[in-house]
């Protein structure tokens, strides 16, 4: 094996020759947050493979028992904004960057990729993974985007995949961070199977002897069928999928005229569904600065391709990231922790236009990902 800083490269021999590209995020300790030197590996290692002819596939998992991955590490984040005030978060801007370029090549990539969403998935996590060709969850796995309970705005292509989910609960879902079981990740389409949580080694092995060859499309076709056979023997019982049962309510409420209006109907609440009353909150303790956003970057990112999609995310990551409100959310949550966080605005209403039209104005006349892509 291969262990270079929080990233593992084991290359997994075949029987017909060739090998299975074993790529683990390795910081369980953290819940494998994303720093700036794991994106920059991951994406130097994803293209590394893709250009090597002996690697048929790669799977993509996190270490540790309790998930995958819980998003980026926003202290770090945080510390190299507040490092130059007023000016380039250098390291912010590099991590985004690469992140991007690392889950914009999942997306794209040539072989298939296996995910394994097991345990938690949250943020950045869920960006990675909704890219794979197949997606695993498990029993256990809970997924969220929670960007606005820091002050951020969901990303690494959430502008894109939100927008592909059933009605308008990728929006509800953006709003208030809700809690996803793995029935509502394959009922939204962020996942392809749920397979039993202990049953990772088990399901490598047999993806590892798999009848391989150079055809990567026979590659994925094959694999699709060894994981539905896989999910079959298993019988995994899912959990609710909240999303489905509550999809009408959520529907009706953010098709409502108004942002003001949707954010008045999900924080009006009244009924007694606890998943419903939890993301009520999820959007009443979180930024109206990043609520007013996401409407708007899931408006354009409806109109654009996936490349632009990472594009117009990185001008928003680059400005937001050095925003006031993004600071406080860190501080509440995750420094002082005591979840008191003081934003500007109490509601979206208090929002200037001016503000949110800021954040999409580019800080570079040329954006950093067209090189990263080009690769």
Request: glycine content about 8%; overall charge negative; some cysteine.
């Amino acid at each position: 094996m291969q262990v270079e800083y929080a990233v593992c490269f084991e290359r997994h021999p075949l029987p017909a020759g060739g090998y299975l590209a074993q790529l683990t995020l390795n910081v369980p300790g953290r819940l494998n947050a994303l720093s700036l030197e794991m994106v920059t590996l991951l994406h130097r290692l994803l293209l590394e493979i893709r250009d090597d002819s002996e690697a048929v596939a790669v799977f993509l998992d996190g270490a540790g028992e309790r998930g995958f991955c819980v998003g980026a590490d926003t202290l770090r984040l945080r510390e190299s904004a507040l490092a130059n005030p007023g000016g380039a978060a250098v390291e912010a801007d590099a991590f985004f960057a690469y992140e991007y370029a690392a889950a914009h090549l999942i997306h794209r990539f040539p072989k298939p990729v296996i995910c394994w969403g097991g345990g938690i998935v949250m943020g950045a996590g869920l960006g990675l993974m909704v890219g794979g060709s197949h997606r695993i969850v498990t029993n256990s796995s809970v997924l969220a985007m929670p960007e606005i309970s820091i002050g951020l705005f969901p990303n690494v292509g959430a502008s894109w995949f939100l927008g592909q989910m059933p009605g308008v609960t990728g929006l509800f879902t953006a709003l208030t961070g809700a809690h996803l079981s793995s029935a509502d990740a394959l009922y939204a389409g962020l996942s392809d199977y749920c397979l039993r949580d202990n049953s990772k080694e088990q399901v490598l092995r047999r993806v590892i002897n798999l009848d391989w060859c150079d055809d990567p499309e026979w590659n994925a076709e094959h694999l699709t069928e060894l994981l539905t056979d896989i999910e079959a023997e298993q019988g995994v019982i899912l959990q609710q999928a909240s999303l489905k049962d509550h999809r009408t309510w959520i529907d009706d409420i953010c098709s409502l005229a108004s942002p003001s209006l949707v954010e008045k109907g999900i924080c009006g609440y009244s009924g007694n569904a606890e998943w419903l009353q939890l993301a009520a909150q999820g959007l009443a303790r979180g930024a109206s600065s990043t609520a007013k956003l996401i409407f708007r970057q899931l408006a354009v990112g409806r109109g654009l391709s996936l490349a632009d999609v990472f594009k117009m995310e990185l001008v928003l990551s680059s400005n937001r990231v050095r925003d006031p409100e993004f600071a406080e959310g860190v501080r509440a949550r995750l420094i002082d922790r005591d979840r008191d966080p003081h934003w500007c605005y109490k509601s979206i209403a208090e929002v200037p236009d001016s503000e949110t039209d800021a954040l999409f104005l580019s800080p570079w006349p040329q954006s950093p990902l067209d090189d990263l892509f080009e690769l």
